[in-house]
């Protein structure tokens, strides 16, 4: 295509030799360049300025050649919201509520807890008129809705904003997750103390409190006293230990106090040596049937915070726990591995939580990552690589081998063991059914779901069928191209014609004062002002608002 400069130079030669009233319509045509050839795609890097045929790099790009439906909506399928057949549902981080996100899986996993908090008296929920939303009170409404969601829901994940906000943890910022876990279940187990069964008034000292005694003894008199203490979860240094054997055992071993650290003892009225220890008293012995251990984070006396240690720790899938429990040989202590929370990250005050549960009914393992779900192959827990993000990190220590029936991990935040018990046929014990009050609540928020999945289909087949249709237009246009002999054309601003390429942008009606044609006469001084322009066929293509050249 001849340059800028000599097209022009070729539409106004005509003038040297043309008188004004022999002026006729070919002049016209060539001093506005109707009749130039359109440049095809892939001649011209760039719209040739000089010919107002040439539609060449102003965005037709994604309009010519294949359709591409994804090009023309920026709404995802709404079925990659629907949960999948046979699979869990995942929660929405909300910022920061990771570490939340991770118990609420652990806690809906343990069935006994589910079903307990299924018995629980809702008169709420029971009288709720369907023609509104359900707004949840107290920690157990919230922790039933959500239990609920999670067993039945249609969606792929759900929001746990309702429980999230009545913690008072929605302020952004990560909370300690081994503060959280022990206070919310403090707290719930003083709502459930106000149920009427005794069997739900119960249910958290049985799957999650345990008691043991704090022995002194005076190693001159031989005064003993005992100290009961409840927990919730075993906080063990890791420290300097390999598996989790070596862990517990640190922490029931006897402790010498002499010294500056000798106690007062009552009989010698005097301080003295004392001996102290965990568990000697079988009277004050009791482990939950949910055992959990805790942790990798330390408290640095020097920097006074805590701080998260790196240290590989093994640890099996099945513990015995009757060694360290004397004088309990009709409790069952054997103990199987139900639940690892991991926590990446270099700081013991942020990273990312992730837990690894197993499932109670199939013995599957699963891996929850906020809203993302994925199932171990093999009935196998699978921790991966699951490494820190930081490279400094990632250098310290190398991983051990582990044996059979082992497993290891530096990033491992709590360790989750449950009694074992006998297989069993009875379906009860590991069915859970959601009561018919719930199921309610659930259905109508499932509606609401298949409601916005209905909506948000349309609107993205409305955007594809006016995508095609679009895409339909930009091919005729350049089918157009350029007008015929006798046909009536229009001039268009390349400006406008750019914005209505890109579809991005909403056009506006034409504006061609720029243009003058008054009874066949063209005002040629204003001709050398014109901002580029394409020269199109009359045909109803575009909105066009002003008829030049008829």
């Given at each position: 295509m001849a340059p800028r400069l000599q097209l022009e130079k070729a539409a106004w030669r005509w003038?040297?030799?043309?008188?004004?009233?022999?002026?006729?319509?070919?002049?016209?045509?060539?001093?506005?360049?109707?009749?130039?050839?359109?440049?095809?795609?892939?001649?011209?890097?760039r719209n040739c300025k000089g010919n107002p045929n040439?539609?060449?790099?102003?965005?037709?790009?994604?309009?010519?050649?294949?359709?591409?439906?994804?090009?023309?909506?920026?709404?995802?399928?709404?079925?990659?919201?629907?949960?999948?057949?046979?699979?869990?549902?995942?929660?929405?981080?909300?910022?920061?509520?990771?570490?939340?996100?991770?118990?609420?899986?652990?806690w809906f996993h343990n069935l006994e807890l589910r079903r307990s908090l299924y018995q629980c008296h809702n008169s709420r929920a029971q009288e709720h008129n369907i023609e509104s939303d359900y707004e949840p009170q107290s920690i157990c409404e919230h922790l039933q809705y959500l239990f609920a969601l999670l067993q039945n829901s249609n969606r792929k994940y759900i929001d746990p904003s309702g429980l999230v906000k009545a913690l008072?943890?929605?302020?952004?910022?990560?909370?300690?997750?081994?503060?959280?876990s022990k206070l919310f279940l403090s707290l719930l187990e003083d709502t459930l103390?106000?149920?009427?069964?005794?069997?739900?008034?119960?249910?958290?000292?049985?799957?999650?409190?345990?008691?043991?005694?704090?022995?002194?003894?005076?190693?001159?008199?031989?005064?003993?006293?005992?100290?009961?203490?409840r927990f919730y979860e075993l906080e063990l240094n890791i420290q300097g230990h390999k598996n989790l054997t070596e862990c517990v055992t640190e922490f029931l071993k006897e402790e010498k106090l002499d010294g500056e650290n000798r106690y007062f003892c009552e009989s010698c009225q005097t301080k003295q040596n004392i001996t102290s220890v965990l568990f000697d008293d079988p009277k004050y012995q009791n482990v939950p049937n949910n055992n959990s251990f805790t942790n990798s984070v330390v408290f640095s006396r020097q920097t006074?915070?805590?701080?998260?240690?790196?240290?590989?720790?093994?640890?099996?899938?099945?513990?015995?726990?009757?060694?360290?429990?004397?004088?309990?040989?009709?409790?069952?202590?054997?103990?199987?591995?139900?639940?690892?929370?991991?926590?990446?990250?270099?700081?013991a005050y942020s990273g990312h939580y992730i837990a690894h549960v197993k499932d109670a009914r199939t013995g599957d393992w699963y891996k929850f990552n906020d809203e993302e779900i994925e199932k171990m192959e093999g009935k196998k827990l699978q921790?991966?690589?699951?490494?820190?993000?930081?490279?400094?990190?990632?250098?310290?220590?190398?991983?051990?081998?582990?044996?059979?029936?082992?497993?290891?991990?530096?990033?491992?935040?709590?360790?989750?063991?449950?009694?074992?018990?006998?297989?069993?046929?009875?379906?009860?014990?590991?069915?859970?059914?959601?009561?018919?009050f719930l199921q309610r609540l659930v259905d109508q928020d499932n509606h609401k779901f298949e409601e916005w999945c209905s909506e948000m289909a349309d609107m993205r087949k409305q955007s594809v069928d006016k995508g095609k249709a679009k895409h339909e237009e930009v091919k005729e246009l350049?089918?157009?191209?350029?007008?015929?002999?006798?046909?009536p054309y229009e001039f268009i601003p390349l400006e406008w014609l750019k914005k209505w390429l890109d579809d991005s942008t909403a056009t506006k009606e034409i504006d061609n004062s720029f243009f003058l044609y008054i009874r066949g006469v063209v005002l040629f001084?204003?001709?050398?002002?014109?901002?580029?322009?394409?020269?199109?066929?009359?045909?109803?293509?575009?909105?066009?608002?002003?008829?030049?050249?008829?």
């Open positions: 003038v040297e030799t043309v008188k004004p009233e022999e002026i006729g319509p070919e002049h016209i045509d060539l001093a506005y360049r109707v009749n130039l050839p359109a440049c095809k795609r892939g001649t011209c890097r040439c539609l060449v790099g102003i965005g037709e790009q994604a309009w010519l050649g294949e359709i591409d439906e994804n090009a023309f909506h920026n709404i995802d399928d709404p079925n990659s919201e629907r949960r999948d057949k046979n699979t869990f549902v995942g929660l929405t981080n909300l910022g920061a509520t990771c570490y939340v996100n991770t118990f609420l899986q652990v008072g943890l929605d302020t952004g910022q990560q909370q300690d997750a081994q503060e959280f103390s106000k149920q009427k069964s005794t069997n739900l008034q119960n249910v958290i000292q049985r799957q999650f409190c345990g008691q043991f005694s704090y022995v002194t003894v005076c190693n001159e008199c031989g005064r003993s006293s005992a100290l009961p203490s006074g915070h805590k701080k998260k240690l790196n240290t590989f720790i093994s640890f099996p899938e099945q513990l015995d726990m009757g060694p360290f429990l004397e004088g309990k040989q009709d409790q069952k202590c054997v103990y199987e591995l139900s639940a690892v929370l991991i926590h990446r990250g270099i700081s921790l991966g690589i699951e490494e820190d993000i930081a490279e400094t990190v990632k250098s310290q220590t190398r991983k051990p081998k582990c044996s059979k029936g082992y497993h290891c991990s530096r990033n491992a935040y709590m360790l989750v063991y449950k009694v074992q018990e006998e297989e069993s046929s009875d379906p009860s014990r590991t069915n859970v059914e959601v009561p018919a350049y089918e157009l191209l350029p007008a015929k002999d006798g046909e001084q204003p001709l050398l002002q014109f901002p580029p322009v394409a020269v199109l066929p009359l045909p109803d293509l575009l909105p066009l608002s002003i008829l030049i050249g008829v």
